[in-house]
């Protein structure tokens, strides 16, 4: 199985599952310095992205700042 | 003026702006700049995968302004508490603007889980600033448990319908020990000026400065009018009567 829910949706990893949170945002293009991410409810801290593994099954949020009151 | 003060730290505006509904970051970082604003608040949401690098945080400078994150989306307790841990994971800003609204029609926070929210966020080293209807025992209450100010709305968010709840922001600001920040429903700049003058310490402001034909100009006008309200609140204001008190003198009329 190489899925990891991924804010909500189900995702595959077809090529394998990446083996970090910093190569999960790597996979999805995203910019590491703008992300918190939670696997499972817990938080997973910025420094601790390229050290965190990954496990299928996990769910997975990705968060960031957006413009509110 | 003297400075605001919230949590042993001062600022120079009482004006604390909202960064949502702009419709560029360009037009929002502009209107910061117009309104002289320290503090601007900010939200927390899923990435967007499909659209990954839209980095509003780039156009702020945390050099220069305190990231207030709020919890907005919260329905009850837990989930403010999780949003609030979030945030400070992700900026070391222990500062939230604490809001649970399960309402979604007009956005009314939830005086019960606000109250054990700020319990728990306090005791996990927060500065926790609620968003509360306009309700003295409640501000009481989150004062007791320590909540670094009080903000009661105006009228609900977005609304841009003013002061509504005068009489009850009059009790709160009467018998508070924290800093009280008129929150939500401010449409004009007379509607923060007047807050001001009710001795409001400051008012949070977005839609109307974000939604406004001319952003830029809108902010200066709140900027001004938060400035002037603040100054006429600490002047004195005169008595209100119900007769006429002439302002020129009653005597030496050209007539016998």
Known sequence: MKTLRINGAWRDFPEGLPETVSDLLDVLHINQATVVAEINEQIVKRPEFATTPLEPGQSIELIRFVGGG | MEPLRIAGRTFE?????GTGKFSSHALMA???AQSGADIVTVALRRVDIENENDDMLSVIDRDKYLLLPNTSGARDAGEAVRLARLARAATDIE???????????????????????ADILVKEG???????NADPVLAKRLEEVGTATVMPLASP?????????????????????????????????????DAMEMGADAVLVNTAIATASDPIAMAE???????????AYLSGPGAVGRQASASSPLTGFLRE
């Open chain 2, 30 to 32: 502009e209107a910061l």
């Open chain 2, 13 to 17: 505006s009482r004006l604390l702006l």
């Open chain 2, 157 to 193: 968010i977005g609304s841009n319908r003013g002061l509504q709840t005068r009489a009850a922001i009059e009790i709160i600001i009467e018998q508070a020990n924290v800093p009280v920040v008129v929150d939500a429903g401010l449409g004009l700049p007379s509607h923060a000026a």
């Open chain 2, 126 to 132: 927060f500065v926790v600033l609620p968003y509360i």
């Open chain 2, 221 to 231: 006008a709140f900027n001004l009018a938060v400035q002037a309200g603040r100054k």
């Open chain 2, 95 to 117: 500062w939230v603007k604490l809001e649970v609204t399960p309402d979604p029609y007009y956005l009314l926070p939830d005086p019960i889980e606000t109250l054990k929210a």
